[in-house]
C-alpha cells in the first residue's frame, strides 16, 4: 500500500499557480474524475475510487485504469488497490473491518470476491465462483454472502465456434444472471442458487436482520425488460416471494430502512414517467406504498437511511442540485446542502452516522469526493490540479420563452474572451434521451469540448427543451406522441433568443447532440435546415419506421415516448424523420456512429447519409466507430470524434467553407 495525505480543500478550490491557458482536446478526453464515494458503516473511512482515462498516442491499451484510496476520518489517504490492478465493486464489510471487491487475480478464470483489511494487511480471497460475481452482498455478521452471476461459460458453444458453427437466435439464446447464496462459515461449502433458471436479477441485498432479501428481477435479460418491466420483491432464503412491491415502468436504487420495517426505492411515477425519478417508501409491515416528495418539482437522484424515520436524499431541480433530509412522520425536509454549490450526483452515508460523502462536480472541475458533517461541506480531492491554469468561461443558466409561452431553462458559455456587443459562433448541443437534463456543472465531454471551444471563440448553449427531466413528471412528458414537434420547435426558439440577445450570430449557428440529440441534429439539418448553418449528428435516429424495428427497446419508446406504434400512423411516423426532409436539406452534417450500436442501429445513420448523398445538396460525411456502442467508450475513438467535430464547426461557422473538410486525420504522426 502506498500511503499519502491531502488535505480538505476548501470550496473556493486551490490557487491559481500558472499562466492562464486554453484547454486541449487531449485534457478534454484525459481529465481524471472520482466515480465512486463510499462511507463505511462506522463512519471512519471514506473509499474513493478515481478514474484515469488511457492516453491516446501513448497507452497502446485503450481502456482507463481506477485507484482505490481510502481515507481516514482524520485525513490520511492509502492507496489500497493501484492504477496497476484491475478491479470492480467495491464495498465495505459489516462491522468495518474490511473493504470488498472484485476481481481477476492471480491467473482467476472469472472474477471473484476478495477482500483488504482496513487496520492493514495483503489482499485475502473470500470465495471462488464458476463464473463472475458481478455483485453481492454479505450479512450483518459477515458470514453469509449473496451474489449475482451469469454461471460458467458454455464450453461446448465455444467447441461448436471452432468448428464454424456460429449461429446467432436473436433475443432466444439468452444468458441469465441469477441469485446465489453461500455461507461462508463453512469451508468448502458450495453457492446454492436462490432464485429460478427463467429469471434475470438484476440487484440482491439482504435485510437487517439478516432473514430476507431485497431482489430486483426482470422477465428476461433484454434492456428493453430492464428498462420497463423489472420488480422489486422481498424474497425468503429459499427464493420464495414474501412481497412484491407495487410499482410500474422504471426502476431506480432501493434499500431496506436501518431495521428493515421500510424500504425506499427510486421509481417512475406510471408506467409512462420516462424516468425513475420520484421517491417511495414501502412498508413491509403492512404492504402499503406512498411518494414521499409528491410535489417535488424535480428529479431524485439518490437517497440514504440516517435513522429509520429519516432519509436524506439528493434532487436535482432544474439546473442544479440540492441535498435535504426527510422525516417520514411528518414528511417535512430539511437543507442540507442548498443548490448552487455543486452539482452532485452521488451520496452515501450509514445509519446513525452524522456524515455522508458525496460525488460532484463544478463548472470548473469533474466529479469530485465531498464530505458534509456538522462542520460543513469540504472538498477532499482534487484530481486535475492542471485545471487551475485554464481559463475558465462564463458559464450561467437562463431562461427563455417557447413560441406558446412555455418557460424554458438552459445552459449558456460564453467565449472565453467574450465582449459585450460582439455577435459569436453558436453550437447549440442537445442532449439525448429526451428523459435527461442538463446540470450547471462540468459540462466537458469529447462530444461537446466546453472549455476548448470557448477559447476559440464559440458561444454554447445547451437547452432543456420540454420533455426533459429536472422539472418534475409534468414536464418530463411534454413531448411525449409528439416527435419532433414543439421539443425541437424549443431548440430553434433557444437559437433565436441568443439571437435577440445579440450574442450569436444568426449566420453561423450549429446543433449537435448524441441519441435523441442526434435525432434533433437530424432534424435541424432537414427540417430546420434554415436555421442551422452546420450539424454534426452522434448515434442519431434518421427513420422512425425502421427505428422501431431495429433497436432493443421498443418497449420503452412505445411506452414513454411515441405513446403510439407505427402501424398507428405509418405516414406521421414518416413525416417526423430527417429522411422525409432530406430534399430539404442545406446544412453540411458531419454523421458519426457507433459500429457496434444496438440501441440506435448504425443503418440509421447509413439511411441519411445515402438519402442526403443522393440529392447531392449539401455536403454530408459518415464516420463509423468499429467496437463501439451508443457512445464511444475508447480513448482514441473519444478523441477522433473531438477532432472531427470541431474541425467541421470550424470550417462551416467560423471559415463558412462551401466543401466539407478533408477526412483524414494524422494520427501516425503524434504516434511517432
Known amino acids: 500500500m502506498i500511503a499519502r495525505t491531502l488535505g480538505v480543500v476548501s470550496l473556493l478550490g486551490l490557487a491559481v499557480t500558472g499562466q492562464a491557458r486554453d484547454m486541449t482536446l487531449m485534457e478534454t478526453v ?9 462511507l463505511s458503516p462506522n463512519g471512519q473511512f471514506t473509499a474513493i475510487t478515481k478514474y484515469y482515462p488511457a492516453r491516446p498516442y501513448t497507452d497502446k491499451e485503450d481502456s482507463g485504469k481506477t485507484e482505490l484510496v481510502i481515507r481516514t476520518a482524520n485525513g490520511k489517504e ?24 472484485t476481481a481477476k487475480r492471480d491467473g482467476d478464470d472469472y472474477s471473484e470476491l476478495y477482500r483488504i483489511p482496513l487496520a492493514g494487511g495483503g489482499v485475502q480471497s473470500v470465495y471462488e465462483f464458476d463464473g463472475s460475481i458481478t455483485a453481492y452482498d454479505l450479512s450483518s455478521d459477515g458470514q453469509s454472502l449473496i451474489f449475482l452471476s451469469t454461471g460458467s461459460r458454455d464450453k461446448d458453444a465455444k467447441k461448436e465456434a471452432e468448428y464454424g458453427f456460429k449461429a446467432e437466435v436473436y433475443e432466444e439464446d439468452l444468458t441469465y444472471r441469477h441469485l446465489y447464496q453461500v455461507d461462508l462459515s463453512q469451508a468448502d461449502a458450495e453457492a446454492k442458487q436462490v432464485t429460478a433458471d427463467d429469471v434475470q436479477v438484476i440487484s440482491a441485498q439482504w435485510s437487517p436482520n439478516d432473514e430476507q432479501l ?12 430492464y428498462y420497463m418491466s423489472s420488480q422489486y420483491h422481498i424474497m425468503s432464503l429459499n427464493g420464495e416471494t414474501v412481497a412484491s412491491i407495487p410499482t410500474e415502468g422504471k426502476l431506480g436504487k432501493a434499500e431496506f430502512s436501518p431495521n428493515g420495517q421500510y424500504v425506499a426505492l427510486i421509481s417512475a411515477a406510471d408506467y409512462n414517467d420516462p424516468s425513475a425519478s420520484v ?28 435513522t429509520e424515520q429519516e432519509l436524506v436524499w439528493l434532487g436535482h431541480r ?18 442540507l446542502i442548498d443548490a448552487g454549490e455543486a452539482i452532485f450526483t452521488g451520496l452515501d452515508g450509514s445509519a446513525g452516522v452524522d456524515k455522508i460523502v458525496l460525488r460532484g462536480n463544478r463548472p470548473a472541475h469533474p466529479n469530485e469526493a465531498f464530505e458534509l458533517t456538522s462542520r460543513g461541506l469540504d472538498r477532499l480531492t482534487v484530481s486535475n490540479p492542471w485545471l487551475e491554469e485554464v481559463t475558465m ?23 472565453t474572451d467574450y465582449q459585450e456587443g460582439e455577435k459569436y459562433p453558436l453550437i447549440m448541443v442537445i442532449h439525448g434521451g429526451p428523459e435527461s437534463h442538463y446540470s450547471n456543472g462540468w459540462l466537458d465531454r469529447y462530444s461537446s469540448p466546453v472549455k476548448h471551444a470557448a477559447a476559440q471563440g464559440y458561444a454554447l448553449f445547451f437547452p432543456n427543451y420540454r420533455g426533459s427531466t429536472g422539472r418534475g413528471v409534468e414536464f418530463s412528458k411534454l413531448s411525449q406522441n409528439d416527435y419532433a414537434g414543439k421539443e425541437f420547435d424549443d431548440i430553434v426558439d433557444g437559437k433565436q433568443h441568443l439571437v435577440d440577445m445579440g450574442l450569436a450570430d444568426e449566420t453561423r449557428v450549429g446543433i449537435t447532440g448524441g441519441s435523441y440529440g442526434g435525432y434533433a441534429s437530424a432534424w435541424g439539418a432537414t427540417a430546420q435546415t434554415e436555421h442551422f448553418a452546420a450539424s454534426v449528428m452522434f448515434v442519431g435516429i434518421s427513420d422512425n419506421l425502421s427505428k422501431f424495428g431495429t433497436t432493443d427497446i421498443a418497449k420503452e419508446m412505445n411506452a414513454v415516448h411515441a405513446r403510439s406504434y407505427p402501424w398507428d400512423k405509418w405516414q406521421w411516423y414518416l413525416e417526423r424523420s430527417p429522411i422525409y426532409h432530406a430534399e430539404k436539406a442545406r446544412t453540411p452534417i458531419l454523421i458519426m456512429h457507433g459500429k457496434e450500436d444496438t440501441r440506435v442501429h448504425p443503418s440509421q445513420s447509413m439511411e441519411l447519409y445515402r438519402y442526403l448523398k443522393t440529392h447531392g ?13 451508443h457512445g464511444n467508450r475508447h480513448m482514441a475513438a473519444q478523441l477522433d470524434y473531438s477532432i ?11 471559415e463558412q467553407a462551401e466543401e466539407k473538410p478533408p477526412f483524414a486525420i494524422d494520427h501516425i504522426k503524434q504516434i511517432k
Open 78 to 101: 492509502t492507496v489500497y488497490l493501484s492504477k496497476e490492478e484491475s478491479f470492480s465493486d467495491v464495498e465495505f464489510g459489516p462491522n468495518s473491518e474490511y473493504i470488498y471487491f
Open 644 to 654: 472531427r467535430l470541431m474541425r467541421w464547426m470550424d470550417s462551416f461557422l467560423v
Open 393 to 415: 468561461p462564463k458559464q450561467e443558466t437562463i431562461t427563455y420563452k417557447a413560441r406558446d409561452g412555455l418557460e424554458l431553462e438552459g445552459i449558456l458559455v460564453y467565449p
Open 214 to 225: 431485497l431482489v430486483r428481477t426482470a422477465p428476461t435479460p433484454l434492456i428493453d425488460d
Open 30 to 38: 484525459t481529465a481524471q474524475s472520482v466515480v465512486d464515494v463510499n
Open 279 to 306: 421517491l417511495k417508501v414501502y412498508n413491509t409491515q403492512n404492504a402499503t406504498i406512498r411518494r414521499v416528495l409528491p410535489d417535488y418539482q424535480g428529479s431524485i437522484q439518490d437517497f440514504t437511511w440516517r
Open 318 to 335: 432544474g439546473t442544479e442540485s440540492e441535498v435535504k433530509a426527510l422525516t417520514l412522520q411528518f414528511l417535512e425536509n430539511r437543507d
Open 617 to 629: 445538396n449539401v455536403p454530408v460525411r459518415l464516420v463509423l466507430y468499429p467496437g463501439e456502442g
